[in-house]
């Protein structure tokens, strides 16, 4: 009877009910039992944390920041563009507000930008915001804001921590369609390190390393950026196996946009449909082969080609030496011994169960064939030149237990994957009696020239170094070993020894490289505005003293009658004065605002899309901020462009740039009476494309875009030293012009129409420029002008007279790509490898004392450079002076 009229059996009899409610069973007549109600108080107070929680959330949630393509890593490239991408969500209600970062300082101009894009949140929905940006330097953090328009206060900040990657180093990312650990041991390889790298050094490991691989934590989602400005830090795709439909079309397009300015996709063979799901694909129509269904299955003696040819490659132990230090001449000579690059050969054994699989493939024409090895006929991989890069079809996988457990893989992947050069190897710490010195591994002498193969030709043409010369040290010998044959003989090299030459970086968004320097030295010429001479400023100063002085109070005085005036007439003469002045400026000029532009459009035969570089000047008689949109192409990026006149003390502006849903330089400031420039990049669809068709008779260039090319002229490169150019006049759109042998007249710049600016100085650097690589051999380019710039960009507000030009460069044909047996990718292609050349002023056999203390020198130099070190110690001179050597 108490347990009905109980106080709490309402409440139990409403908790019961809500219980069988929500578990959907009917309810009882009965009552629960005290499990049962214990369960239901505990389902009740998890509801109520759970709202608790809820209210406790912020308005605006961060959850992780990333750079693209890393998952967790966030390095940025100084001068390089990113994608950064941020994880975030509204709360409460829906947002619509600014995603910008701090204000970011440009290097050499008194400029700032903030990188900003439109942020719309959906209420309670995660969402991923992208956001490009180029950092000239690298901080260790990054705030971001999120706040509406014309706010004073953001609603919410973050901090993002960032990471620099080093100017020389480049990416390789993997697109794998399952786990990706196996390629993970690639790290260990010598093909990511210099040769004299040590290993347990972490810190110069990270520093002095070639590649960081990028191994996405989910395969089947990879951060990739859709954005193609953004791939230039990538020098290498491997695929294996991923299905090509789960990238979306952005990241495809952006994939081949990388290809033809440079990129090297490998796509890895092996057991498994691996070549069957891209046959249907967008990387068809650029394929080097097909599969033929030969399908193969290697034994040890199968693979034994495959073994002799890619052996071990040699470590820095190799090079140790542990007998005691010589202390005379003849004992220096005996030691000096020819570098050994690589170790015995070591034999591929499969398991017994499980042979190697080789892919059978069929080459397509123009296609480069790899064999297993030197004596055999079996194919290793097929390639084929896609733009400037190349598509590599690997026959057999890598991550075969039994390839990947060889110790030759490392040559293999270094030659034939990667084709990565060898690293030099140098003497260096002295010279020796007989005048060959002692080898040992150099100081990291590869740059990231050497590491990819990707290029924009407006930021690498004349490209600064990035970094100075290690070998420059007047008492260091540094010589290249170069491989040779037995009739080797040293050759004297003169009193200097030669230097190795420092990197230069590769797609660096950099205002001092040629094209921006000569683009901006054109546009000052152009506009006509010219600093006064002294002549012109001594005269204005004098007739305002003579008017302010003596004739102001001769006119008060002597026609007014009222002397006292004068003062009055002061402050209006100097008005008027200034007023004079300007409006006198303004008449010479002829215009209250204008813009100059010149453009290089880089595209490739057949391919419709093109790279457009714009430098561009911006004149105004009076203080304005202009915004520089380009409303149909969502890959504008825009800058800000270093005039090289700034000085200590000027006023720092601020200038944004959105890069969604519209891309634009906004609040960009010109000042009065003078020039401010900016540069923007596009990749954007050119209308057709330009060709060299040799099917039938003699070559011919057609040109199907709406671009009207003058003064065209076809350049074969093969090198620096080897290049001729034929002259083909004006190629008007949809025309067609053969090539006949005729040398190029000098363009007459007075010839040009008035108000055009002179191309003629950009034309021949254009014409002559080369990096004399191997992978540039067999270039055909074709370089013309079109009398106006290219269109798709609106100022705002409009100018009063717009003018510029665009140069076009055009690469007709490249030659097949290098093979990963000559001499660049293996050192021993000519033969062993021996010592360096002859030096003079040797070390005379009868100071003991002074090669004991280069030899000890050596060694101590030698440990360095395996702690990724150098060290100079002076050297004492010699007790007699030295006699010139005779070589060996």
Not at 333 to 345: F, L, S, T
Not at 490 to 505: E, I, V
Not at 742 to 764: E, M, N, Y
Not at 870 to 885: C, G, K, L
Request: charged share 25%; aromatic share 8%.
């Amino acid at each position: 009877m108490e347990a009905v009229t109980s106080p709490a059996r309402p409440l139990l009899l409403a908790l019961a009910l809500t219980w069988f409610v929500l578990s959907g069973t009917p309810a009882p007549a009965e009552l629960p039992t005290a499990e049962e109600r214990l369960k239901i108080l505990a389902d009740l107070e998890s509801v109520k944390s759970q709202a608790e929680k809820e209210k406790t959330r912020p308005p605006l949630e961060f959850f992780r920041s990333q750079v693209a393509p890393f998952g967790i890593l966030p390095y940025v490239k100084p001068n390089h563009w990113s994608t950064l991408s941020l994880e975030l969500r509204a709360n409460y209600d829906d947002y619509a507000g600014l995603l910008q970062t701090a204000p970011v300082a440009l290097l050499g101009m008194p400029q700032e930008v903030l990188y900003r894009r439109d942020a719309r949140l959906m209420r309670g929905q995660r969402a991923r915001i992208g956001l490009q940006m180029m950092l000239p330097q690298v901080p260790r953090e990054l705030t971001l804001e999120l706040l509406r328009p014309e706010a004073i206060r953001a609603d919410e900040t973050w901090q993002t921590s960032l990471r620099m990657l080093e100017p020389h180093q480049m990416l390789i990312l993997f697109l794998t369609r399952e786990s990706n650990d196996a390629f993970a041991s690639w790290n260990r390889l010598q093909a990511m390190y210099p040769t004299g790298t040590d290993r347990t050094d972490v810190q110069a490991v990270e520093h002095r390393r070639y590649y960081r691989l990028v191994l996405p934590l989910e395969p089947d989602q990879p951060l990739l950026s859709a954005h193609p400005l953004t791939w230039t830090i990538i020098s290498h795709v491997i695929w294996d196996g991923r299905p090509p439909e789960t990238l979306n079309p952005g990241q495809q397009q952006a994939m081949l946009d990388w290809l033809h300015w440079g990129g090297q996709l490998i796509l890895v063979g092996g057991a498994g449909p691996s070549f069957h799901a891209i046959r249907d694909s967008f990387l068809t129509p650029y394929l080097p082969a097909e599969p033929s269904g030969e399908n193969l299955l290697l034994t040890r003696d199968d693979l034994k080609p495959l073994a002799e040819t890619y052996r071990p490659p040699a470590t820095p132990r190799d090079w140790e030496d542990p007998r005691p230090v010589p202390t005379t001449g003849d004992e220096i000579a005996a030691r000096v011994r020819p570098v050994n690059r690589y170790r015995a050969a070591e034999p591929i054994v499969p398991a017994s169960n499980r042979p190697v699989f080789l892919a059978g493939l069929r080459p397509v024409a123009g296609a480069s064939v790899i064999p297993l090895g030197e004596s055999s006929n079996r194919v290793l991989g097929i390639e084929r030149r896609v733009g400037r890069g190349r598509i590599l079809m690997l026959a057999l996988s890598p991550n075969d237990p039994a390839i990947a457990a060889w110790p030759g893989l490392d040559t293999l992947v270094r030659r034939v994957v990667l084709r990565r050069p060898e690293d030099p190897i140098i003497s260096a710490g002295g010279r020796q009696p007989d005048g060959r010195g002692l080898m040992m591994p150099s100081d990291g002498a590869l740059s990231g020239r050497d590491l990819s193969w990707f290029r924009y030709l407006s930021r690498d043409m004349g490209a600064p170094d990035s970094r100075p010369s290690p070998y420059n040290h007047p008492e260091v010998a540094v010589s290249v070993a170069t491989p040779s044959n037995d009739n080797w003989a040293p050759q004297d090299t003169g009193d200097d020894p030669p230097q190795l030459s420092p990197g230069s970086p590769v797609a660096e968004w950099l205002d001092s490289a040629a094209l921006p320097r000569m683009s901006r030295d054109a546009l000052e010429d152009a506009s006509g505005l010219k600093v006064p001479g002294a002549s012109f400023v001594l005269k204005v100063i004098v007739a305002y003293l003579i008017a302010l002085g003596p004739l102001n109070w001769l006119i008060c005085r002597f026609v007014f009658g009222r002397r006292e005036w004068a003062w009055v007439v002061i402050p209006l003469l100097s008005l008027g004065f200034a007023i004079g002045v300007e409006r006198a400026a303004a008449y010479d000029v002829g215009y209250d605002s204008a813009c100059d532009e010149i453009d290089l459009v880089e595209t490739f035969a057949g391919y419709p899309r093109a790279h457009i570089s714009r430098f561009a000047a911006l004149y105004s008689t009076g203080r304005l901020r202009f915004t520089i949109s380009y409303p149909n192409d969502p890959t504008a990026l825009a800058l800000p462009m270093d005039r090289g006149r700034s000085l200590a003390g000027e006023d720092l502006t601020t200038s944004i740039f959105r890069s969604y849903p519209t891309p634009a330089l906004e609040g960009f400031q010109v000042q009065p009476r003078s020039l401010s420039m900016f540069r923007a990049e596009q990749m954007v669809s050119i209308g057709g494309t330009v060709a060299l068709a040799s099917d039938e008779g003699p070559r011919r260039v057609v040109n199907t875009t709406d671009l009207e090319l003058r003064d065209a002229v076809l350049v074969d490169v093969n090198g620096p030293g080897d290049r001729r150019e034929t002259y083909l006049g004006t190629i008007t759109p949809g025309a067609s012009v053969e090539v006949e042998e005729a040398s190029a007249p000098p363009l007459d710049s007075k010839a040009l129409p008035k108000g055009t600016l002179d191309p003629s100085r950009l034309l021949r650097e254009l014409r002559g420029f080369a990096e004399g690589r191997p992978e540039e051999k067999g270039e055909v380019r074709l370089v013309a002008w079109s009398p106006r710039p290219f269109g798709g960009q609106t100022l705002e507000p409009s100018v009063d007279r717009q003018r510029g030009l665009a140069l076009v460069v055009v690469h007709l044909r490249f030659g097949p790509p290098p093979a990963p047996d000559g001499p660049r990718y293996h050192a021993l292609a000519l033969g062993p490898e021996v010592g360096p050349s002859t030096f003079r002023r040797p070390i005379p056999e009868r100071d003991p004392e002074r090669a004991r203390v280069l030899m000890e020198d050596l060694r101590a130099d030698r440990a360095m450079y395996r702690r990724g070190r150098r060290r100079h110690v002076p050297v004492p001179p010699p007790s007699d002076s030295p006699s010139e050597a005779t070589p060996p």
